[in-house]
């Protein structure tokens, strides 16, 4: 686990944050620019230091002001990645992923090297690499220091939107492959969507909110990041069955299912997955010979008109979906908070 709790003076305002993030998976910090992201992980990597508080990582004591207790950087056991490589031009990969390594086993050195796609780049130099591919070395290189945490500071914001996929497939394997938590500073809503678990919300040093994704997505202080005008729920459910011969998973939503496609053929327990309230329709009765797959049954709960619809939120055993609805529509069901109505969902797109 590590505990956060800090105050340090940023220019116009002061970072404050009371926090304990675990120490497992990835947990994202995420905010506008210049609402004190980067701040806050410079001051758990020793880059900097706070004013007042303290920082311990797995009960370690990484700085404590009223002890005057400040571990140097090094001696922190973290690995940190920041947005560009920082590569040293003169080593090759390999020497640049040995440099610095520490209680690394060969078979473990393999096993990173091929996890982040870079066996073969093993003798080249960093002139002659991708941004994407240099940023991998980057990463490898703060695994092999064996650290407690990696810090990871925007890695894909240098990069063009493909190598941007590339990478991000990489992080995602990375995060559910290796045991150590990442503290991962984004403001892009498809990292959060594809790698976090758990969402620092920052907003001019302060943390406005700090929960599951699934969690900080609802809320009302999230409401500005989503889409102008659309609502969208985003749920991790538990893997039900795969369809004998459709390439179509079902996912457990309470006791009822809802049906995706099966991305790949490894069996995984969870799946993300995102709902658009534009994909979402509403019926009183329960729809027949209808080519929708996915149709639910619940409560509406909330009812906002909008200008030019009704967005609807509805409860499903618990889970929130959300439809959007012509007014017309809306007038001629008559429909009402506390009415029970059935979902039909055109589109789901998996997350992950
Ligand atoms: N050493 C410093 N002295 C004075 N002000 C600072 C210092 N470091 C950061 N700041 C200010 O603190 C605020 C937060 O900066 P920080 O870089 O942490 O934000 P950020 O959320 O990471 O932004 P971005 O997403 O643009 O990287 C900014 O207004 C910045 O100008």
């Not at 404590?64 to 690995?79: F, L, Q, T, V």
């Not at 609802?218 to 989503?226: A, I, L």
């Amino acid at each position: 686990m590590l505990e956060i709790k800090i105050k340090k003076k940023l220019g116009h305002f002061d970072l404050i944050a009371d926090l304990q993030i675990p120490a497992q998976g990835v947990t994202a910090i995420f905010g506008l620019s210049g609402s004190g992201k980067s701040s806050l992980i410079n001051l758990v990597s020793g880059l900097s230091d706070p004013d007042e508080g303290h920082i311990r990582l797995n009960n370690r004591v990484l700085v404590d002001c009223s002890k005057k207790i400040n571990i140097s950087a090094n001696h922190r056991h973290i690995g940190y990645v920041f947005q560009d490589a920082r590569l040293f031009p003169h080593y090759s990969v390999k020497g640049n992923l040995t440099y610095g390594m520490r209680n690394v086993a060969k078979n473990e050195f393999d096993y990173i090297v091929e996890l982040l796609g870079i066996t073969h780049l093993l003798s080249r130099y960093p002139t002659t690499l991708s941004g994407g591919e240099k940023q991998r070395v980057a990463i490898g290189r703060a695994l092999l220091t064996d650290p407690e945490i990696l810090l990871m500071d925007e890695p894909l914001s240098s990069l063009d939107i493909p190598r941007k996929r590339e990478l991000l497939d990489y992080l995602d394997r990375l995060s559910q492959e290796i045991n150590i938590p990442i503290l991962y500073v984004t403001h892009s809503l498809d990292e959060l969507l594809r790698l976090a678990e758990n969402v620092i919300l920052l907003e001019d040093g302060k943390v406005k909110a700090y929960d599951k994704l699934e969690h900080i997505w609802q809320s009302e202080v999230f409401s500005v990041w989503k889409a102008e005008n659309e609502q969208s729920a985003v749920m991790n459910l538990p893997v039900q069955l795969h369809h004998p011969i459709y390439k179509m998973t079902a996912l457990a939503i309470g006791s009822q299912s809802l049906w995706v496609s099966r991305l790949s053929e490894n069996l995984v327990d969870n799946m993300r997955i995102c709902i658009y309230s534009s994909d979402v329709s509403i019926s009183l009765l329960i729809p027949e010979k209808t080519s929708i797959r996915n149709i639910l049954y619940g409560k509406i709960t909330a009812l906002f008109s909008l200008e030019t619809k009704i967005e609807l939120k509805v409860e499903v055993e618990g889970y929130v979906i959300w439809a959007s609805i012509s007014q017309w529509s809306c007038d001629e069901l008559k429909l009402a908070i506390g009415q029970n109505v059935y979902l039909q969902i055109k589109a789901i797109s998996v997350v992950k």
